[in-house]
């Protein structure tokens, strides 16, 4: 286990393999987003969780894991990337506790992509996030979601 959060979801570990292995992951359930840039990692506010996390989200239906990372970069935080441009980290797997659409404990898993961020884009606050912010590893921004945190580092 690599870090458990204040809910008991763990992030068991971050399987370093080539992107094509994905397709041997199951579930594979959503992706998220290491952006960097002047040596800050971005954060964005999710209002449902009161916390900074990286951006992220799940995977729709006949969209790719890569897909997934660049529309939900764009949509939490109105950063544009093309798929293309983001690498790869790995393959992130959870134990995770019961939830309000998942009644029991499981594992899942998620694709973790990394992509450097030359210029910012104008951040519009919309239902899910509330705001975004560079964050430089040591400044205090607000609660941080510990798996996110962790992953930032890695990826």
Partial sequence: MLVKDKRGNELLELIRFDEAELASVSPLTHALVVARREGSRLFVFNRYRQCWELAGGVIDPGETARQCAARELLEESGIQCDADELRFVGAMKFLLQPSYDSPSVRVEYG???AVAIVSGAAF???EE?????WWNGVDEIGEIAEIDAKLSELG
């Fill in 111 to 113: 694709a973790l992509y």
């Fill in 124 to 126: 519009v606050p919309n």
């Fill in 129 to 133: 996030i509330a705001a975004v912010s």
